[in-house]
């Protein structure tokens, strides 16, 4: 599967998804959550590969303290040992991050997110259904979070009906509140709520998930034949995690798996799926970078050409350079359209 190329064209910054006064709090939040993730290592599971099931992987990098490792197959990179399940439910029901996320960041800049990010996907979502032929019937969303893009693809009036599967209860609420349709399930449980989806999409999930192909298998089995799955997720060979390393931000004790385009086609393709497209039409790699050098938390010094670009001509070439690695697959943010099977 080849990445397509994506044109990106509205500019992105990090600052108007989450107001700069609000780090120092969050980061606090997160600190703690750390510590009491860490205080459960003992119940941490290895695993095998979660792209290809292979048992053969090479470290890579820790971060805090949290052992990542590359499939020496599909080069997924991974944590392993990882909390288990049940370690990872607790830490999304403790989180203070969360909640720090969700009383502050969230409030002060869901508008520019619906604008900037969510309203964006969804003309992303509409042109793959024009594109491949698909229905815009039933539309689920699967970890719709607040309900931002469920709540837009509603009122878009694009799509039949808009259905956003979501089993947290907070999270469920936020999502009514906003006047989205909610199935309070796991995927695993959906059943006749949701007759045959046409679109089945999921931002940002699988990166979190103990077992995402269960996960993808689960959506399989909720689709009709010829139905659209549309997947985003960090691609872990993008350009910020192979410049930055664990100091990238989509390294993160939550982020357990960091497929990349070639083995997150492979999975879906084993899961029931022919891939249609991927692409990484991310737009923060750069300004990432750009910030771990001013925060002197990457040093630059050795690489004048990254300065050049990264730092010194950063008006300049700061975005034209994010365009390149988004139209050329380098972005570390990645998107998948796939289309279900026949016959199972
Ligand atoms: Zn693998």
């Not at 009383?103 to 003309?123: N, Y």
């Not at 837009?152 to 009036?157: F, K, N, P, R, V």
């Not at 259905?163 to 999270?171: D, I, N, R, S, Y």
């Not at 891939?275 to 771990?292: K, Q």
Request: hydrophobic share 40%; net charge negative.
């Amino acid at each position: 599967m080849e990445v397509q190329p994506a044109v990106i064209t509205e500019k992105l910054s990090e600052k108007e998804l989450c107001p700069e006064q609000l780090l120092g709090g969050q980061e606090a939040a997160f600190a703690r959550d750390i510590e009491r993730l860490k205080a459960r290592r003992a119940e941490f599971v290895a695993v095998r590969c979660p792209g290809c099931d292979s048992p053969s992987a090479s470290p890579t990098l820790v971060k805090f303290t949290f052992q990542y490792v590359t499939c020496n197959d599909c080069q997924t990179l991974y944590m392993s040992p990882r909390p288990s399940e049940a370690v990872m439910a607790d830490y999304y029901r403790d989180s203070e991050n969360y909640r720090y996320w969700a009383k502050h960041i969230f409030p002060s800049s869901e508008t520019s997110r619906r604008e900037k990010i969510h309203r964006p996907w969804l003309e992303r979502v509409i042109g793959f259904c024009d594109r491949f032929g698909i229905s815009k019937g039933v539309l689920m969303e699967v970890g719709p979070g607040f309900g931002t893009f469920s709540a837009l693809a509603t009122e878009s009036g694009r799509f039949s009906r808009v259905v956003a599967v979501e089993c947290t209860p907070e999270l469920a609420d936020a999502c009514r509140a906003r006047g989205v349709e909610v199935v309070e399930k796991r995927i695993e449980e959906v059943g006749e709520e949701v007759p045959g989806a046409d679109v089945v999409v999921s931002f940002e999930c699988l990166e979190h998930l103990f077992a995402p192909r269960a996960f993808l298998e689960s959506c399989a089995r909720r689709l009709r034949a010829g139905a659209l799955l549309v997947l985003s997720c960090p691609n872990g060979q993008g350009f910020d995690v192979a410049v930055l390393g664990a100091e990238s931000l989509a390294i993160d004790a939550q982020h357990v798996n960091l497929f990349n385009p070639s083995s997150l086609s492979r999975l879906v393709e084993a899961c029931g799926f022919e891939v249609l497209e991927v692409s990484t039409p991310g737009r923060l790699d750069a300004e990432f970078v750009h910030d771990a050098i001013r925060e002197g938390r990457f040093e630059v010094s050795e690489n004048p050409f990254l300065k050049r670009v990264l730092v010194d001509e950063w008006e300049r070439l700061g975005w034209p350079f994010q365009q390149f690695l988004a139209e050329n697959g380098l972005s570390s943010h990645m998107w998948m359209a796939a289309r279900r099977r026949g016959g199972g």
